[in-house]
């Protein structure tokens, strides 16, 4: 019984379809979730690989990592722009023209696929470098897979863009479905030319198995967000800060330590100006001497420029999609600058409030005279709680009222009050 039952197991899980959904930018952990996601596949004599995208492109070395292991997959790979509203931009042309099986929703697009540098602008010389050498790659995908090299060409010279039925009339995609639905009815009988040899599609009643990201995936694909990078950062140095300011506080240093390496690893993505980063410093700087140096508001004011312009300087990529949002640029320097002012206004007040202890605390004091005073000998006043030797310049008789007029040493000079 117990072997029927796991033959029976086996035989659902074996020729199922699994589906592999990206939604965002191509990165290093997108990469690593739809190599692993071709590999379990195949491990699991999967029929097909159906990969749903709506990206605005990515890193190149990203995108080669994805469409070799597209090219040499031991199953078929669909690529689907899904769903309606989708686009297939820049390096995700590349990753769809590398699949035997395209289709596209209605409502989509798919083109751009200039090359743009890390840097946001390229010297002539590279960037005619990179454009032939995207170009040349782009082809040579779609001569592979019988698709229109021309219009493939275009899409990395002229940046072109084409709707889904014009990316099927112009032979770009293979199909135009609304859904997965139909797609697999579609597919369904197709033969597909793999390293392998042909395959014949079977995807009618199939099972369907969506591959889920893996928490190190999703969690390395957040930390790579331009926003995400730049918040780590920013807590990261204030962190260090707060542990420099206060030795042994031990949890500062170590949360900041580890939100800079969290955002070091991000920036080995998302490349960043150094004229930024050397502003925000400034800006922190100023800051922290404010606290040290009280100027009442100059300093403080400029920090907080200081850091407005490193965050806005920070991303070098002129890509929206790689760039922070005024959003969290607001949130994050307004809640540092709410910090500092109240920081710098308690201290403004501490200032000029009277003192309460020690010498100055006890000038202007009222006490009471318990052993008569006079000119040139020592009497004795209670103030305070406390008993202590005193002198004036005039005679004062024991039970009057006095108030202390300064401090030498352990005796309180005092005149009567009056």
């Known amino acids: 019984m117990m072997i029927f039952l796991l033959s029976l197991v086996f035989a659902v899980q074996t020729g199922a379809i699994n589906i592999a959904k990206v939604d965002g930018v191509i990165h290093p952990a997108s990469a690593g979730y739809l190599v692993r996601a071709i590999q379990q596949s195949e491990s699991d004599k999967a029929e097909c690989l159906i990969i749903e995208m709506d990206t605005p492109g990515g890193l190149d070395e990203s995108m080669r990592n994805i469409t070799k292991a597209i090219l040499n997959a031991k199953i078929p790979v669909v690529v689907y722009v899904h769903p309606s509203g989708a686009r297939c931009a820049s390096a995700g042309v590349f990753i769809l023209l590398s699949a035997p099986i395209t289709a596209m929703t209605p409502g989509t697009n798919i083109g751009a696929a200039h090359p743009v540098g890390v840097g946001g602008t390229m010297a002539d010389d590279s960037r005619t470098k990179a454009e032939n050498d995207a170009v040349a790659y782009i082809k040579s ?87 995400f990078a730049y918040i780590l950062m920013m807590l990261g140095i204030w962190g260090l800060i707060l542990e420099f300011s206060h030795p042994g506080a031990v949890l500062p ?12 690893y991000a920036f080995q993505i998302i490349p960043i100006n150094y004229a930024g980063l050397g502003l ?40 929206s999609f790689w760039s922070i949002s005024w959003v969290s640029i607001l949130v994050v320097i307004g809640s540092i600058t709410a910090f500092f002012v109240f920081v710098l206004s308690a201290a403004v007040r501490a200032m000029k409030k009277k003192p309460v202890t020690g010498k100055h605390g006890l000038i202007g004091q009222i006490g009471k005279v318990k052993e008569k005073i006079v000119p040139g000998k020592e009497g004795k006043v209670f103030i305070v709680g406390e008993w202590w030797n005193a002198t004036a310049d005039e005679t004062i008789e024991a039970g009057e009222s006095v108030k202390i007029l300064n401090v030498e040493g352990l ?7 009056h």
């Open 141 to 227: 995908i779609a001569n592979k897979r019988g698709k229109n090299e021309g219009w493939a060409e275009n899409a990395v010279r002229k940046s072109v863009s084409i709707t889904a039925e014009e990316a099927l009339k112009d032979t770009v995609i293979d199909y135009v479905v609304a859904n997965v639905t139909e797609l697999l009815d579609s597919i369904n009988g197709k033969i597909v030319n793999l390293e392998s040899g042909e395959v014949i599609l079977n995807t009618k009643n199939k099972v369907i198995k969506e591959i889920k990201w893996g928490f190190s995936e999703n969690f390395l694909s957040h930390i790579a967000h331009p926003n």
């Open 253 to 264: 240093g170590v949360l900041g330590g580890i939100s800079l390496i969290m955002a070091f």
């Open 280 to 319: 925000i410093l400034l800006g922190f700087a100023l800051l922290i001497l404010e606290l040290f140096i009280p100027t009442s508001g100059p300093l403080t004011i400029g920090g907080v420029i200081s850091m407005l312009l490193g965050s806005m300087m920070l991303i070098k990529v002129k890509t």
């Open 411 to 417: 005796v309180l000079k005092v005149g009567k009050e």
